[in-house]
């Protein structure tokens, strides 16, 4: 069974109270019909569906740009996998929630749904007909699945599925490693949430660190144990767009580089920093070089110049520094605090 999720907000217009209104999962990209105007009485008119034969779906994709043509056939490519009792999700950060529904239909090109007139009175003043403008993305809530009902989950209960949900892409599938998402995401539909005991106990803590982490959470975590670990040091996090591959580094008090980290959540062996394979160099001394993972194969896979700190290594890092680590508290690591009454 698929699990995958649809923002419904195509080109910064939110229709996603709508979607959930109406339950129904909007699946956007449409591709107009080479030749022909933009038609909001008949979307079949003036639109190419999405379950086209391949003749008809490469003409409409020559068509339109390369950018957009790679977007639609994703879509497609997704839509062609949707059936009945697949999961459909729709994020909503603001609400911190998001709301999966159980697939009743795989795809369908509605010509003029109940909602268009809803949708089409949210889109730019005079942008409503035209090739050029934004007329043709009102198609967008006319390529649907039906869901029997959505159901809200809150956000922190998803684990590592934060990761695709909060990102930026608009649709996509769902997965992660450990318990199966769709059997996840139906026991938290149905009410069932398993409720987290404070432990210390190393297995358990690190079955709690895999399946509650995102890449980005795991970033921090490192640094933050680094830090505790070398507080003679001060250590920032740096993962990014243009890092480099470094997603940490530490300098000493006078500002001199004394370590780089890098995090893989999982990792097979790939080379990693660029220096992979020598001695990191300060200027005046060698660096020490961190590589952290959670995933990853039973033996240490660097060379002998960096310091690969492994799941059971983390593991210990995070139950010793239990008591000054926030993501511990929120995943019931150490021992359950007094109650403490919290006032203004």
Known sequence: MNVFFARSKPYKIDASDIARDNKVVFLGYPLPRPGCTYNEESVHACVTPLDADEDEWRAAKSAVTKKYATQAQANRNLAAEIGAGDIALLPCAQEGVVYAGI??????????????????SRLPAGQRGGPDDMGWHAAEVAQICRVDNFVPIAISELGQLRASLLGRARFGRVAIDGPNAHALISALMQGRRERLLWTVEPEQVLVRLKGGLTPTDFEYLVVALLQLEHPEEIWHALGGSGDGGVDGAAIDESGRPTAVLQCKLRYSGEALLPEAKGRLRNGTGSLRRYVAALFHPDHNLLDASGI?????????LVIKHKDRLPVAISLRIGRAPASSAVSD
Do not use: H, N, Q, S
Not at 104 to 114: A, M, S
Not at 308 to 316: K, Q, S
């Open 308 to 316: 690969f700190l492994d799941a059971r290594t983390i593991t210990m």
């Open 103 to 120: 697939v009743t239909t795989g795809f369908e090109l509605l010509d003029r749904p109940p909602w268009f007139d809803l949708f089409l």
